[in-house]
């Protein structure tokens, strides 16, 4: 299963939401979807999920168009919004039974569904409360588990964490993961870059209707950080290893971090590999050794101006 998204524009008079959009992903994956307030995350993911028509352009779901065949497309996408359910004339189970039926499950079939998503979303012991009496939290499991009822192979997710408690973060984390693993293709937006980096093995940019940047997770760093910090604790010896550290080449810049070291490596990653190699042999004994990480808000940050549309 692919998502493709192909050339995506959506204007709203004067304002161009959406502006010549494109990226793909594949079943298994989970990309993150970055960028500040009005950069046409959310356009383009109700573009997706066929609440929205686009101005031009087009998104294919496993080759299907949501333009052209936006029913069949409604089939394979499943669409968790920003918004929570508010009903407060629904129980959770009532909740979850009324789009079961929309999507067009039947009989036995609709309630092994019903159970299924239940259980694996942990809603089995609250299906009688009512939706509007739940904590946010709570009313997340029950958005994520109407948009599982079709079982679909694409799913989109506007800032489900937003909100929500450590614990209820941590635990729509792990569900996330199960879901990739299960061959689903994720496409998950969120302003917790911290979390979005944990769970995401890709990610695109978005500011003012432009996409910035957009690849595999690990490439992104490495387009952007050209030079490596290595963090280095020796068991003694502190001043010495920091002296012999500011006279190597490839060395451009050398600082104390507590009991660590940071030395800024200009080169491939073999080169650290080297500079290890060559403290040893001089003598120093080292105690940890480890390449320190760009992360997704660094890249954010150097990629983004902050403006709005």
Not at 76 to 89: C, N, T
Not at 130 to 140: A, D, H, I, R, T
Not at 195 to 220: S, T
């Amino acid at each position: 299963m692919k998502l493709e998204v192909v050339h995506l524009k959506k204007h709203f008079e004067n304002t161009k939401a959406v502006d010549d959009v494109s990226f793909s992903f594949s079943s298994g994956q989970i990309v993150g979807f970055v960028g500040p307030n009005g950069a046409g995350k959310t356009t383009t993911m109700r573009i997706i999920a066929t609440l929205d028509e686009p101005t031009s352009g087009d998104v294919f779901l496993d080759g299907v168009s949501v333009v052209e065949e936006p029913e069949k497309a409604r089939h394979l996408v499943g669409y968790v919004p920003d918004a929570l359910p508010g009903h407060s004339d629904m129980s959770v189970q009532e909740y979850l039974d009324f789009f079961a039926r929309a999507y067009g499950l039947r009989g036995a079939a609709r309630r092994q569904v019903l159970e299924e998503v239940q259980e694996f979303t942990n809603l089995t012991g609250i299906r009688e409360k009512m939706v509007n009496s739940l904590s946010k939290g709570m009313k997340q499991r029950v958005t994520l588990a109407r948009a599982l009822l079709h079982d679909p192979p694409i799913l989109i997710m506007d800032e489900p964490a937003a909100g929500l408690d450590p614990r209820a973060r941590i635990e729509l984390r792990e569900l996330v993961r199960v879901l990739a693993t299960q061959g689903k293709a994720i496409l998950i937006s969120s302003h917790i870059l911290t979390e979005l980096a944990e769970m995401c093995n890709g990610a695109v940019i978005i500011e003012r209707g432009h996409i910035l940047m957009a690849g595999n997770m690990q490439e992104l760093i490495t387009s952007r950080v050209p030079k490596r910090t290595v963090l280095i604790r020796p068991f003694a010896g502190q001043e010495d290893l920091y002296r012999e550290l500011l006279q190597l080449p490839n060395i451009e810049a050398v600082r104390v971090v507590g009991p660590e070291i940071a030395a800024e490596v200009n080169g491939p990653e073999d080169m650290c590999c080297d500079l290890l190699v060559h403290l040893v042999q001089r003598g120093f004994r080292i105690v940890e050794f480890k390449q320190q990480r760009a992360n997704l808000e660094e890249i954010f940050m150097s990629v983004t101006k902050g403006e709005v549309q």
